[in-house]
């Protein structure tokens, strides 16, 4: 009976050790992706391009219609594939949340320091009484630009919803270091022969930047 105590015991020892090396190994790997996103999210300097890639007159209704082609950028710098949007104005801005922290000690313990985080919303053009709006990101999925290769689609899913929960809740960003969560809005008036660069500066804010295109272009008849 004693030496059957003792085996039952070992036992039990042995799961209690397999079970806590399994929740070390997950906590490590979520330490790890969680890392990952947030490296992604406080990338700096230019986050996409964007340029007029065709105007013409709709025959309906005899309004100039603009269409834009939007690049964005992920964090490595890698441009993501083409989106290509048409509106009846040309005044059109970028709706994006914008998240400064203070220290956010992310979980693996790496403290983020004066950077802020971006997502993309929202592109729109206000016409009259009325927008013409496009959806970019919605809230709690995985932003465009923002995969990481290799991680569980489960896992990542329930990191972001994380941190959707940190960034829109007052009282749980507090807590995790973030100073502020808003939405903003940059925009411009989008003309052709023009590159738009839309950054994200290292104290928080969105601007997009301007620069015509080389002078070997104007004229050619591109296919964007």
């Known amino acids: 009976m004693r030496n059957r105590g003792k085996a039952v015991k070992y036992g039990i020892g042995i799961i209690i050790a397999a079970l806590a090396a399994v929740f070390l190994f997950n906590l490590i790997n979520e330490k790890k992706a969680l890392k990952q996103i947030i490296e992604r999210l406080t990338a700096d300097s230019r986050v996409a391009h964007v340029l007029v890639s065709d105007v013409k007159t709709s025959p309906q209704t005899g309004k100039t219609l ?3 082609k939007f690049m964005e950028f992920d964090a490595a710098q890698r441009p993501l594939p083409p989106k290509y949007f048409t509106f009846s104005a040309n005044i059109i801005q970028f709706q994006s949340l914008v998240i400064r922290f203070d220290d956010f000690l992310v979980k693996s313990g790496h403290p983020l320091k004066g950077k802020s985080a971006y997502v ?3 592109v729109f053009a206000l016409n009259g009484d009325r927008a013409e709006v496009f959806e970019l990101n919605k809230i709690a999925e995985v932003p465009s630009g923002y995969r990481i290769e290799g991680m569980d689609r489960t896992l990542e899913r329930r990191l972001w919803r994380k941190f959707w929960d940190y ?9 995790v270091g973030i100073k502020n969560a808003q939405v903003e809005a940059p925009g411009t008036k989008f003309v052709p022969g023009v590159i738009y660069t839309i950054v994200i500066e290292h104290d928080g804010g969105m601007r997009i930047d301007t620069q015509e295109l080389p002078r070997i272009l104007k004229g050619e008849r591109l296919n964007f």
Do not use: G, N, V
């Open 66 to 68: 603009t269409t834009i």
């Open 167 to 175: 960034a829109l809740d007052a009282r749980q960003a507090k807590s």
């Open 120 to 122: 993309f919303m929202k």
